[in-house]
C-alpha cells in the first residue's frame, strides 16, 4: 500500500510513525520548514480533527489503508467487549505487527515483506498474509529453509537481549515466540484509541 511522502505524514500526525522518522533527518526538516517560512499551526484544532489525527496515526502506524483499517473499527465495534480493547487487540494479533514485536525487523513494514515473501510459519505452516490473526497458544516463527539466509544470519545473537511484549515468549534461539495471551493496551501508548473510536462514532 502506497502512503506518500513519510515525513509529510509524520508531521501531520504529529508522531514518528514510521521508522524512517526516527533519524534526525525528520527533526532538522520539520524545524527548517518553519524558519525557511513554511505554514505556523493556526490555533487550537477541532475536536474532529484531533480524532481525525489519531485515526490517521494509528492507520499509518499499522500500515493499513482506509478499508483495512475501518473494518477492524467495525469488527471491534460488533465483539461486545470494550471496543478500544478489541481494535487494539486486533491490531497487535496480526502476524506482520507480532514479527515486529519480536525484533525481527525494523518496521512493520519490512515485517509484511518478511511474511508475504514466505520466510515466516504459524504452527510449521508458511503463512503469506500479514494480516493473517495469531491466537493464543500459536508459535511463531521462521521457516527453517529461511534461518540461512542474509536478513536472519545471526539473528538470534542480535536477538539475545531483546525485550519482548508479556504476551510473547519469545525463544531467540529458536527464532519462535508462542502467543501465551491476549495483547494488554498500554496506558501510556502513543495512540488514543477513545478518540479513533469516536472519529467513526460521528
Request: glycine share 8%.
Amino acid at each position: 500500500m502506497k502512503l506518500g511522502p513519510k515525513f509529510k505524514i509524520c508531521r501531520r500526525v504529529g508522531d514518528r510513525v514510521f521508522g524512517k522518522c526516527e533519524g534526525p533527518k525528520f527533526t532538522v526538516s520539520g524545524t527548517e520548514r518553519i524558519r525557511r517560512g513554511g505554514k505556523h499551526p493556526k490555533g487550537a484544532p477541532s475536536e474532529y480533527a484531533l480524532q481525525l489525527t489519531e485515526k490517521q496515526k494509528a492507520r499509518f502506524t499499522y500500515g493499513l489503508s482506509e478499508r483495512q483499517f475501518s473494518n477492524y473499527v467495525k469488527q471491534a465495534k460488533k465483539k461486545g467487549g470494550r471496543p478500544t480493547t478489541e481494535l487494539y487487540q486486533k491490531l497487535e494479533s496480526r502476524v506482520d505487527n507480532v514479527i515486529y514485536r519480536l525484533g525481527l525487523t525494523s518496521s512493520r513494514q519490512a515485517a509484511r515483506q518478511m511474511v508475504s515473501h514466505g520466510h515466516i510459519a504459524v504452527n510449521g505452516q508458511k503463512i503469506k498474509v500479514p494480516s493473517y490473526a495469531v491466537k493464543v497458544g500459536d508459535r511463531v516463527s521462521v521457516r527453517s529453509t529461511s534461518k540461512n539466509k542474509g536478513p536472519f544470519a545471526n539473528l538470534s545473537e542480535k536477538l539475545a537481549d531483546k525485550n519482548t511484549p508479556e504476551w510473547l515468549a519469545f525463544d531467540p534461539t529458536k527464532i519462535e515466540a508462542e502467543i501465551k495471551g491476549r495483547p494488554i493496551e498500554s496506558s501510556d501508548g502513543s495512540i488514543n484509541f477513545v478518540s479513533v473510536l469516536e472519529f467513526y462514532s460521528r
